[in-house]
């Protein structure tokens, strides 16, 4: 795993994490997700893909998702 998805779990906190997928390039989609996501108090966003493939903004997905 990466260093970003590791959670230490001898601490006694919560985390709250968020996990998306299929979104199949659909931009309006995944802007609707990150601007509820942004209105939560979540710790970190969990990807699991297919997130430009078959769909009108692949390019743009991507920017996005790089951000």
Request: proline share 3%; hydrophobic share 45%.
């Amino acid at each position: 795993l990466g260093k970003h998805l590791l959670i230490n779990i001898t601490e006694r906190t919560t985390h709250e994490i968020a996990v998306i997928s299929d979104l199949h390039g659909n931009y309006y989609a995944l802007a609707k997700v990150l601007a509820f996501l942004r209105s939560q108090e979540i710790d970190g966003i969990i990807g699991l893909g297919d997130f430009v493939t078959d769909g009108p903004f692949p390019q743009r997905m991507m920017r996005v998702l790089r951000e």
